[in-house]
């Protein structure tokens, strides 16, 4: 008979958090030492020699598969453990959007609103759009607000609040079905469960609430997550998103626009991010620079026309988002700046010139602990941080539940070991 193996507790192993990003795979292992406070266990990257994201969404489900493996096994021998069996991600892509979805229920009688109607109403909200729409997933559903006996609240009802008629507002992420299903897959390929998935907006948002107060959601604020092939911006208010959009350009545009000067997108990328800066008149000190590029040899540029080049990319990717901000500029107090092509030289002073309202970097400083390595509290790191943040929610809600098996070994375990569990040897 198939000997059963023991069942282990995701409690008794680390919060680990990925990002899937277009030029590699990041992994951050952490432990939350109090509340909103975490210690940072480690962090690694996945080697990039192969192609496998592309603008968000996965591609090459192979070839993610391996770089999630490695990262995983990395990170483990980096904290000294022997394995990390499975991990939160947060989700995002070109192809995902927002809309308001609602359910209602009458009770016939005054009673609770439990938390088994409420789940209910959230399944119900999510098959409502993805039977209408076969060809979309609701990535999440975030709560907006409800609806009881005729009288609207922000927060969700308490368990001693009788009411006969509810109604359960949500604000649905929503995305091409191809994209939950490539990400899946990978993980599939890397023998790895997905423990809980987040949309990236919500764990960003979270981190930077948690840091800047819960008032900068009641007043108003929106996300500029500027990433590597995709920019987004999303924009919040209260309970509530308003508008979320999510262009194909990012940080490597302005990489292969410096590189149409003659040079390698390799240099282009070292140039952009050692001397870039957002536009010229932002430029301190204009440096001339011979640069040596292994395949067109020696290449000279100014601080000032590098500035100009990485100026005019950054108007063409980044005018559309701000037209359609101007739209929501007086319902919101704040702007976030975040993402990996958010450390640009001067980009907040070159948003701050497109907006009336306040221009901030996404800070998350105040959710590590003070051994935390400097590098560690760039914005390029709030989203792993903001889904630490909900997946250590995620593991008190669901504390002493097993670890998840991956895809593969649960079809192993049905088609192999059965056959050998009633025979007599």
Not at 138 to 156: I, K, M, N
Not at 237 to 248: A, E, G, H, M
Not at 320 to 342: C, D, H, N, W
Not at 364 to 381: I, R, V, W
Request: aromatic letters at 8%; proline letters at 4%.
């Amino acid at each position: 008979m198939a000997k059963k193996q023991k069942e282990i507790s995701a409690d008794s192993l680390p919060l680990v958090a990925i990002d899937l990003g277009s030029d590699s795979v990041r992994a951050m292992a952490a432990q939350r030492v109090d509340n909103d406070l975490f210690h940072i266990l480690g962090v690694e990257k996945s080697r990039k020699f192969m192609s496998g994201i592309e603008r968000g969404v996965v591609v090459q489900t192979s070839n993610v598969g391996y770089m999630i493996s490695e990262v995983l096994r990395l990170l483990a021998n980096r904290i000294g453990i022997n394995n990390l069996p499975t991990a939160f991600v947060s989700v995002g892509g070109r192809s995902m959007r927002i809309v308001h979805v609602s359910s209602k229920r009458d009770q016939i009688h005054p009673r609770p609103v439990s938390k088994q109607l409420l789940g209910d109403m959230e399944r119900e909200c999510k098959q409502k759009i993805e039977r209408h729409y076969p060809e979309i997933i609701v990535l999440g559903l975030v709560p907006a607000y409800f609806v009881l006996d005729g009288v609207e609240q922000e927060q969700a009802p308490k368990e001693d609040q009788a009411v006969v008629l509810v109604e359960a507002h949500f604000i649905a992420f929503y995305a091409k079905r191809e994209l939950d299903e490539q990400l899946q897959k990978s993980f599939v390929q890397a023998g790895r469960p997905i423990e809980s998935s987040f949309v990236r907006p919500e764990a960003l948002l979270s981190a930077f609430a948690c840091v800047d107060g819960d008032e900068v959601l009641q007043h108003g604020c929106a996300v500029l997550d500027f990433g590597a092939q995709t920019t987004t911006l999303t924009v919040f208010k209260r309970t509530t998103y308003l508008f979320n959009i999510v262009l194909p350009q990012g940080g490597q545009n302005i990489t292969k626009a410096i590189a149409q000067q003659g040079i390698s997108e390799a240099t282009a990328e070292q140039l952009k991010c050692k001397y870039g800066f957002a536009a010229p008149s932002l430029v301190e000190k204009n440096l001339r620079m011979s640069i040596n590029d292994p395949v067109n040899g020696v290449v000279e540029f100014t601080s000032a026309a590098l500035a100009s080049i990485i100026e005019q990319k950054l108007e063409e990717i980044l005018s559309p988002l701000m037209q359609e901000f101007a739209k929501y500029e007086e319902r919101v107090e704040t702007l976030y700046i975040t993402g990996g092509g958010s450390m640009l030289n001067g980009l907040d002073t070159f948003v701050q010139q497109h907006t009336k309202v306040k221009v901030l970097y996404g800070a998350h400083d105040t959710l590590l602990d003070s051994t935390t390595e400097p590098a560690f509290f760039e914005p390029g790191y709030s989203s792993l941080v903001g889904t630490l943040l909900l997946g250590s929610d995620y593991r008190l809600e669901h504390r002493g539940e097993p670890v998840k098996k991956s895809g593969w070994l649960e079809r192993f375990k049905q088609e192999t070991l059965g056959l050998f569990e009633d025979q007599e040897y």
